[in-house]
């Protein structure tokens, strides 16, 4: 082709874009029409629903639709039985995906008992400082709670497993055209305010303004705050939590929060976004929640967000300026290891950002790092549990307790950074496996993998389960460690590992199927920033000589941890949780879960499935997830190449463990364990002089944990 034509067909294409737009126009059109014709059906329909002797069927044939789309939008039509509804309800509270029937008994291979170390999954003690790791949700932190329904005894729950034939195939594969690729841009920073919901203290800039809140809406707080600031883009309420005025009026605190968001404004409307973010709305959350909002004026324009402190740290009576400072702080300690660090809305949001500016420019994964197929992060999604949360009771644990000891991993998921599984992943059968020589065995099982396997607890085991089982009811996993209890289940190689190679009696693991990576690094330059820029706000919060800067400087360290954990947790990519506002009258989306309504909207949530996203790598959390709850067991402390002590639940005495809490641990008794201030060490950090009684909730506990801090505090104790 030549200049003369290449300028032609140019010019050729106006004419079509022209055209495209014209009937892109008239497609909109058409579409606007038929969205105002349906919500029309939609309000006809709910309105025969209040007739007494209103049919579903009757209705469908006459609207054109099905019994089943009727039924979503006016739900009082749906002719199933109210008690088979409520079965089918707790039936999908309490399932995972349908497993197909289990692998028969001969299609698995016994893996061999390790009796000497094979190569373990700690990260050298030479690597630099720092670490995060969770432990038990605190109370800034809660996890949304679920519609209260009855308690579902717990029983055996059914694991998906990996099909055999063409479907088998989708779990050994990627998702075409989908890659977690460096950025080409920088992100905007935000205007940012920090507001204290009890005082009417603001911190702008360099300045503190008391402002009155009125009632403390989120009108009213918008309209405080933007007279005061104008421009400012993000609120974040470090104490007073205004979305819980009034609380006791509702049935949930979900509730509660959900009316607060939609209290009714003149001047503010709920801001949806625009494009993949259309549905965006709040997002309602018991203890953190997000408003987003938008001028009635101009609901298409410039948006402001109402967020919790306690996303990023739970501010333990800071006042705005200390808040502010550690925001500060933070961005300081990042910008170091990053040029480009910007603090975005959440931790999870900024944690996910960061790695993704350190995605290599060179070398085999330069051109990004492809997402698993839908099916496969749906079985990793379903059978990669996070961390162990497990009371154990009598008479495992004696009735009174001599004392209660608790013990938490430092920074404990920076310690599992270094290698991550990537790549598509080979499928291991229990015939494939079992044709392997025992190195081979070892080392796959020692390799990043994913493993289903059929478990027997040892004759004379008297220690805590090793291995998590699956089970119905809101527990999910429980840690069987009755001698003899055999139970299938998935799980990484790092607990396959120690359960066969343990140094009390291994146990007997078999193979019936796997999945098995590429052993790499995606996650450890990421891991080593954040360790860096914890450690140096680590140490400033310990240096420091203003009480105030020391103060920042552990709230900004705290914030680095919840960058690291809730950016890991990003990557699970969980099915996608969608919450809206509909105005009375109007038709629901479909399937959609009802949080609350006043006198003009309905609040809802919807799960809207795995979405493209291209920094969805279930396998990472998963794979870190599963280390982490071995170190809980065994964790080897290293002087070079040597191992010189050890620690975890394993190494302390029989039935002296009480408690798990995804990071931290509970005995009745202390244990000589080196704490060296390292990502993973164990810290001592409660200990409530007995006799104690024994706890038989997680309330309980926690409560007997609180005083247990308390009084190590008070007698000012030090590691020992």
Known sequence: MDRKTYTAKVAELRPLREEIGKAEKTVAAAQAALDKLNQQRARRISELAGYEGAKADAIAKASG????????????????????????????????VPAPAPVAESASAVAPALTRPAAVTEQPASAAPAAVAPVEPEASVAPVAAVPRPAVEAGPRELPTLPEGPAGARFEAVTTGLLSKRPNFVQQARSTVFLDAATGDLAVRDRVVRLDLGARTPGEILDAVLATAPGTERIYITTGAPWHDGAERYSTLKDAVAAWLNTPSERWTTAVGSGRDKLAGHFVHQRQPVGRYAPTAAPDGGSTEIRSMGEWFDPDGADVVTCRQAFTLL???????????????????????????????????????PVLSEELRGLLHATGGQGRTELILQPRVREQLPALVEYDRTFAYAKHLWKSPVGTPRRITA??????????????????????????????WNHVGLLPAPVTGDRAWIYPSEPGATFTTWA????????????????????????????????????????????????????????????????????????LLFGLGGFAQRPRLVSGTTPIGEAL?????????????????????FSRDPYAHPEWAAYV???????????????????????????????TVVYFGTDGIALTERQPWPYRGEPGDYLLKGHLTGPVEHPTSQEQYLKLRGLGRAELARKGDEQQ
């Open 431 to 460: 015939r494939a496996f079992a044709a392997m020589t025992e190195q081979e065995q070892t080392k796959a099982l020692m390799s990043c993998s994913h493993w289903n396997v059929r478990v027997t607890v040892p004759a004379g």
């Open 589 to 609: 989306p479909a399937g959609v879960e009802i949080l609350g309504q006043d006198a003009e909207v309905v609040t809802w949530q919807r799960q809207a499935g």
């Open 492 to 563: 990484g190689g790092a607990e396959i590992h120690l359960a066969l190679a343990n140094h009390i009696a291994p146990w007997r693991i078999e193979i019936l199927g796997g999945l098995l990576f590429e052993d790499g690094k995606p996650l450890d330059e990421w891991g080593k920033r954040l360790k860096a820029a914890w450690a140096d706000l680590t140490n400033l919060s310990k240096m420091h000589g203003d009480e105030r800067q020391r103060q920042a400087a552990y709230l900004a360290s705290r914030a680095v941890r919840s960058v």
């Open 65 to 96: 639709l099905s019994v089943g789309d009727v039924v979503r939008i006016a739900p009082l039509l749906d002719p199933t039985p109210a008690a088979v509804r409520a079965a089918k309800a707790d039936d999908q509270a309490v399932t995972v």
């Open 625 to 655: 997830w599963s280390g982490a709850r071995a170190a809980l067991l065994d964790m080897k402390y290293r002087q070079g190449k040597d191992i010189i002590a050890h620690a975890g639940a394993l190494h302390a005495k029989p039935g």
């Open 331 to 369: 961005w300081q300690a990042l910008r170091r290891h990053w040029d480009d660090a910007v603090l975005m809305g959440s931790p999870s949001q900024t944690g996910r950002d960061l790695w993704s500016r350190t995605i290599p420019t060179t070398g085999k994964w330069a051109g990004g790092y």
